[in-house]
T-cell receptor, first 114, second 116 residues
């Protein structure tokens, strides 16, 4: 069965802390995505990656960075967390090549920044 | 610019009633269209998708959607709602070709409440 795992379901951090959100997929997918979900705003794309060591900015990349050192792992980094980054973060993956159209999502990481 | 509009933030229906969730999109090229569902505490799950061909597509859990190019719409329907359908529903649009394949634009979501 397809699996996207986000290591932390709930995190509480303080303003200014460095935060790592980890995402691992076991499907050998080339493409990985980080979305942010806020009530009334839907999902907004932060960063995505089509290959190892490759990254592309999405719609709201400010205040975030990413790392993709291995194909199965895509990390979202908040260099200095701020209260307006309190949100639900969703990781997703999809195979490269002929695309079936489905994004496979993790269960999300709910981050609270105090 | 690409965008998706879901005009209904919250819909309440009685169990057994029919359901229609609205979605309008703006996209510069031939789009791929999707409906995803998110149950409480869960990630998103694909309900159905439209790539080409028949404009009425069937999905999981008894849902269907109709693509109307002239209206730029992709409304989701279900003839008889079950209590387990209570969730948040997201419409999304993506590229049908090119370098942005796989990158989706989501609507703001419609929260569905089902009365017993």
């Amino acid at each position: 069965d397809v699996k996207v795992t986000q290591s932390s379901r709930y995190l509480v951090k303080r303003t200014g802390e460095k935060v790592f959100l980890e995402c691992v997929q076991d499907m050998d997918h080339e493409n990985m995505f980080w979305y942010r979900q806020d009530p009334g705003l839907g999902l907004r794309l932060i960063y995505f990656s089509y290959d190892v060591k490759m990254k592309e900015k999405g719609d709201i990349p400010e205040g975030y960075s990413v790392s993709r050192e291995k194909k199965e792992r895509f990390s979202l980094i908040l260099e200095s967390a701020s209260t307006n980054q309190t949100s639900m973060y969703l990781c997703a993956s999809t195979p490269g090549g002929k695309w079936t159209g489905e994004l496979f999502f993790g269960e999300g990481s709910r981050l609270t920044v105090l | 610019a690409q965008s998706v509009t879901q005009p209904d933030i919250h819909i309440t229906v009685s169990e057994g009633a029919s359901l229609e969730l609205r979605c309008n999109y703006s996209y510069g090229a031939t789009p791929y269209l999707f409906w995803y569902v998110q149950s409480p505490g869960q990630g998103l799950q694909l309900l159905l998708k439209y790539f080409s061909g028949d404009t009425l597509v069937q999905g999981i859990k008894g849902f269907e959607a109709e693509f109307k190019r002239s209206q730029s719409s992709f409304n989701l329907r279900k003839p008889s709602v079950h209590w387990s359908d209570a969730a948040e529903y997201f419409c999304a649009v993506g590229a049908s070709r090119g370098s942005t394949l796989g990158r989706l634009y989501f609507g703001r979501g419609t929260q569905l409440t089902v009365w017993p």
